[in-house]
T-cell receptor
């Protein structure tokens, strides 16, 4: 299966600063990547679909100006949390899917803590 | 869009007993249903999946059933072991290849 690498695994930042999270598909060219957010003891909620070479598609309720997604190549998508606030503290995780209706491969996840 | 409901939210069983987790989905066009196991702070790991042209699939102690007419699918774990303790998520993939997760079930297997 596809190998997906996500960095950093943990980050602590001050309120008001920005944090960039990288998601790399190491052995698979991904035209589409997905970004999820998971609060403690809750499910994974899709935030946005990252499309290579075009704008990301955001789910309802997710602020596109706050969560900037860039998918400049077939192997890299980045999520930047801008002007982070404590309520943005969460587990962010990306995924890649190969052919339709096949297994999704997840990155290791990033634990973001905003203090 | 797709909506996936999962029950129960928590499940406690004795080691050796069976565990059953049930999910329903809303989009009749969904045709792929994976199940993930997630340990604390880790990424979800696929444990079994089923496609809409199949009613049941088994892999050792794990089995999944699908009823497309009723739009529900279930995970069955037999002979549970303490290492089965984790959070389990069902999911449905729709025609647009979008993955929607259920709310999760925290399974606790007591030794």
């Amino acid at each position: 299966g596809a190998v997906v690498s996500q960095h950093p695994s943990r980050v602590i930042c001050k309120s008001g600063t920005s944090v960039k999270i990288e998601c790399r598909s190491l052995d698979f060219q991904a035209t589409t990547m997905f970004w999820y957010r998971q609060f403690p003891k809750q499910s994974l909620m899709l935030m946005a679909t990252s499309n290579e070479g075009s704008k990301a598609t955001y789910e309802q309720g997710v602020e596109k100006d706050k969560f900037l997604i860039n998918h400049a190549s077939l192997t890299l998508s980045t999520l930047t949390v801008t002007s982070a606030h404590p309520e943005d503290s969460s587990f962010y995780i990306c995924s890649v899917t190969g052919t339709p209706n096949t297994e999704a491969f997840f990155g290791q996840g990033t634990r973001l803590t905003v203090v | 869009g797709e909506n996936v409901e999962q029950h129960p939210s928590t499940l406690s069983v004795q080691e050796g007993d069976s565990a059953v987790i049930k999910c329903t989905y809303s989009d009749s066009a969904s045709n792929y249903f994976p199940w993930y196991k997630q340990e604390l702070g880790k990424r979800p790991q696929l444990i079994i999946d089923i496609r809409s042209n199949v009613g049941e699939k088994k892999d050792q102690r794990i089995a999944v059933t699908l009823n497309k007419t009723a739009k529900h699918f279930s995970l069955h774990i037999t002979e549970t072991q303490p290492e089965d303790s984790a959070v389990y998520f069902c999911a449905a993939v729709d025609a647009g290849n979008m993955l929607t997760f259920g709310g999760g079930t925290r399974l606790m297997v007591k030794p």
